[in-house]
């Protein structure tokens, strides 16, 4: 060794430092790398997508191949460093070597690409795929028995390497990466995606018209009577009972009936005739189970049931669709949310108004685990039918009653919520 030259020794050095650099760098990239876009590249196309996913198939063997690697090299450069120091100053400067060569892996082959790597791990990590896959055919039986012993190790500890890790995200994991996805998605389609996340958590009786809303034709009526309605209506489907909900027949599709209509030809027993069986669906049912089941039974509309079979409301699938897509229809079915803004900052809203419309259009904070409108909640939160001028703080907003009427809240005024110090 005493016959090499100085330079050839600081060379060798340096090359070591660059390949230290390179292992560590490409461990933080190929680690770092996003396992969703690795997947689209990969199924692209790329091949340096490829072959890094095959590498992380399993982690263990690349993680082998570059410690084993990395640390050799950072073994061969602290001998090449000491033996420097002994050509250079002797014994004295062993101690120097190893701060000097210590202080530089650290800054150029540990932080700096490493930094590099987690800020950019594609440009490290798909080159040093191409790197890795021949060394670790080359070097497999080294790798393997490294493995081996440390997946033994770690199955005393009750962990299987060869388990791969569950990378599916969870309904809220999932909307957090739509909510930072910024002008990648476009804020109307964002929305989009943030109801459809949502729509396991919403159900049936948090969007269907209530009982007492329902527009349907009582069969009982006189024949001009119902054939009126029947002319006037602006529905295309409509529930037909006898006297009440209760007694439903079944619903009735007027553009079935319009040739009926045209020739003056249409009756009380031809109306029956064409009235199809009623679907039930319990009120508890999510949306997204409601909207697979709609698609199941070739059904467009159903009535909400509650767990005695009792009618409780109305929801059809243009329902479930603007919960997805928000209001893109003039229908009258879907009730009117009438919010009234004041110029202090506050609406009077209809007691009627549903809590969930009122949280989406005035990003309102009240809870939705419990009553469905505005003055179900008042009510429970009361215990009692509140008088006007009453006032209570739901969900951090101060709200006041303005009027009630036949035993409900009418009309209340909501405040914006109170700030906190």
Not at 176 to 188: D, F, H, S
Not at 341 to 349: E, F, M, R, S
Request: charged share 20%; aromatic share 6%; with cysteine.
């Amino acid at each position: 060794m005493d016959d090499i030259p100085l330079s050839a020794l600081f060379a060798a050095l340096f090359l070591l430092i660059i390949l230290s650099a390179f292992f560590s760098g490409s461990e933080t990239g190929l680690m770092t790398l996003n396992r969703y876009r690795l997947r689209h590249l990969s199924r692209a196309g790329h091949r340096g997508a490829v072959r890094a996913q095959r590498l992380l198939e399993r982690p263990d063997r690349l993680i082998g191949l570059i410690l084993l690697g990395n640390n050799f090299i950072n073994i061969l450069a602290s001998m090449l460093a000491t033996l420097i120091a002994l050509r250079l100053l002797g014994e004295a400067g062993i101690a120097l070597a190893a701060g000097l060569l210590t202080l530089i892996i650290l800054i150029f082959a540990e932080v700096t690409p490493k930094t590099m790597a987690a800020l950019h791990p594609e440009r490290i990590a798909f080159p040093a795929a191409t790197v890795y896959t021949p060394l670790l055919w080359l070097f497999y039986p080294l790798v393997w028995l490294v493995n081996l012993v440390a997946n033994n190790l770690l199955r005393l500890f009750n962990i299987n390497p060869e388990d791969q890790a569950a990378h599916a995200l969870s309904n809220e994991e999932l909307r957090t990466v739509v909510m930072e996805a910024g002008a990648l998605i476009p804020q109307r389609h964002k929305k989009m995606l943030l109801n459809l996340i949502d729509l396991e958590k919403v159900t049936v009786e948090d969007i269907m018209v209530p009982r007492n809303e329902i527009v349907g034709i009582d069969i009982e009526d006189d024949e001009e009577s119902v054939l009126r309605q029947i002319t006037n209506s602006q529905y295309t489907r409509l529930p037909v009972f006898r006297e009440n909900i209760d007694t439903v027949i079944g619903f009735l599709h007027l553009r079935n009936i319009l040739s009926q209509l045209q020739h003056g030809d249409c009756n009380k027993e031809s109306l029956l005739r064409r009235v199809r069986e009623p679907y039930f669906i319990h009120e508890n049912t999510s949306l997204n189970r409601q909207l697979l089941n709609f698609q199941r039974e070739q059904r467009r509309i159903g009535f909400a049931v509650d767990e005695y079979g009792d009618i409780q409301g109305l929801v059809t699938l243009e329902d479930i669709l603007e919960e997805i897509v928000g209001e893109f229809t003039s229908d009258p079915s879907a009730h009117a949310l009438e919010i009234i803004p004041q110029d202090n900052g506050t609406w009077l809203v209809d007691g009627s108004a549903t809590i969930r419309d009122l949280n989406t259009t005035l990003d309102l904070l009240l809870p939705t685990d419990g009553p469905k409108t505005l003055n179900g909640l008042i009510v429970e939160y009361l215990e009692d039918i509140p008088q006007p001028g009453t006032s209570m703080l739901l969900g951090g907003h101060p709200v006041d009653i303005v009027q009630t009427k036949d035993n409900k809240v009418k009309t209340a005024r909501v405040h914006p919520a109170l700030k906190r110090r």
